[in-house]
């Protein structure tokens, strides 16, 4: 984790999310006090809980993005998920603690990336080997083995290993100035065609005690099947195989399983919708229920994954939900509890639109100036178009549903719909978008109330 200050952390959100100052300022303290903890003495460590938070707000003012550009800021493991796909433990449905082994397999599978990386240079050497040792098997002489159409001239005499030695040298020289990449040679690679098994459980297969898929695998005779492949795909092929027998699974899982539990960051988003304003449940499934099994897992349980037991004591968990309907009270008040930290994100108006439009790194407006620009079109912006564009979002979002600044994607949609589809055949290459141009093309849809809610 990098050693990031809260106020730089909030710079950092600044680049990517307008306003909504209070929630930066909460997630920058929790994730500094993360790296706190890993100061202290050990016997402290295991004692110091992560805050949690409950970010609260409409839909399309931050909540999501400020969690997922915090977790980019320190390369911590991170995942997303909504809370309304689980169901209570009994019924069909995913369980809570399917959200624990999917960041480990996440994690597992990006350090496995990384080290593949990291011994890539390496793998691609033996691959080189490999190939030559197709082209020019050891134990053969001279040239034999070497397909016809590749051309050697060999200056060895009498000396069979110098002569091998002289040929192995120039066909080295050739793979690597790409003189051979054309060529075609005869490749085993391995059929991954695996048999279908299909387990039927109201749990599903992550919930059994084994991995059924991996012991199939494992029981299953290795599939080879021979192919003919360019020389240089062959050599791709080869690395790829050489990469992953070089990484090292055991240090792979037990780094996994470590980041996950010091610096994990689950965002459990619309958990508003498992709070239940009743306190009476019928036959369907139990609101309350899932937050029953939400709860061990927030305090800190072990949670068994096909990589080793993964301990939650010290995984950060931030949620968040509109509260539209329910509120962070009806809670069951265990749940509650872990949540200690609670932050109101403020709905956005016409100046926080503004700025979203233009000030982000990835703001709409750069991101359509881009698109455009591919096709040799020049778009510009003028000022009282952006501010015309805002104060249309706000009006659309006051008559009809509040989406906060996802309506902004609506409307710069509808405005350059027909730039957009006539851009590679227009004489036009440079066009200004400015109020008037703004007002053409979206108030007549704007002041259809009804229309608007079908197109906008």
Not at 134 to 151: E, H, R, T
Not at 180 to 205: T, Y
Not at 255 to 260: H, L, R
């Amino acid at each position: 984790m990098k050693d990031l200050k809260p106020g730089e952390i909030v710079r950092e959100l600044d680049k990517y999310i307008i306003g909504q100052k209070n929630a930066k300022k909460s997630v920058a303290i929790a994730l500094r006090n993360r790296w706190r903890r890993q100061q202290v003495d050990k016997d402290l460590q295991d004692e110091i809980a992560p805050k949690n938070i409950i970010l609260i707000g409409p839909t399309g003012v931050g909540k999501t993005e400020i969690a997922r550009r915090l977790a980019n800021l320190t390369d911590s493991p991170f995942y997303k998920v909504e809370a309304s796909k689980f169901t209570e433990v009994g019924y069909v449905g995913r369980d809570v603690e399917s959200m624990i082994r999917d960041l480990v397999e996440l994690t597992v599978t990006r350090l496995k990336a990384k080290q593949q990386e990291d011994v890539r240079e390496k793998a691609t050497r033996i691959a080189e080997e490999r190939i030559l040792d197709l082209l020019l098997p050891p134990s053969s002489p001279s040239g034999a083995g070497i397909s016809n159409d590749i051309d050697i001239i060999t200056t060895g005499e009498g000396d069979p290993d110098s002569s091998s030695s002289s040929t192995r040298g120039k066909l080295r020289k050739m793979l690597l100035g790409g003189k051979l990449d054309s060529r075609e040679i005869d490749l085993e690679v391995a059929d991954k065609s695996s048999p279908m098994v299909e387990i039927f459980s109201n749990a599903g297969i992550e919930e059994m005690g084994i991995n059924i898929k991996d012991m199939l695998g494992n029981l299953m005779p290795k599939n080879t099947k021979r192919r003919k492949v360019k020389i240089k795909d062959a050599l791709k092929l080869l690395a790829q195989e050489e990469a992953a027998h070089l990484v090292d699974m055991e240090q792979v899982k037990a780094e996994a399983i470590f980041m996950v539990e010091q610096s994990g960051i689950i965002f459990i988003d619309e958990i508003d919708k498992i709070a239940s304003k009743d306190k009476t449940h019928g036959p369907e499934v139990s609101k309350e229920g899932v937050q029953r099994d939400l709860l061990p897992i927030v305090e800190g349980s072990s949670v068994p994954t096909k990589y080793g037991i993964v301990k939650t004591d010290h995984i950060l968990f931030i949620a968040s939900g509109a509260f539209h309907v329910a509120k962070p009270s009806d809670l069951i008040p265990e749940l509650q509890g872990r949540f200690p930290i609670r932050v109101e994100l403020t709905s956005l108006g016409a100046d926080e639109f503004v700025r979203i439009l233009t000030e982000p790194k990835n703001a709409l407006v750069l991101q359509y100036i881009a698109l455009l620009r591919t096709e040799g079109v020049e778009i510009e912006f003028t000022e009282d178009a952006v501010e015309k564009i805002a104060s249309l979002a706000v009006e659309v979002n006051s008559s009809t549903e509040n989406i906060g600044a996802r309506r902004l994607h609506t409307l710069m949609e509808k405005l350059l719909e027909d730039i957009l589809f006539m851009a590679p055949d227009i004489e036009e290459k440079k066009i200004v978008i400015d109020a008037v141009f703004v007002e053409k093309q979206l108030t007549n849809i704007v002041g259809n109330e009804d229309l608007t809610r079908y197109i906008l």
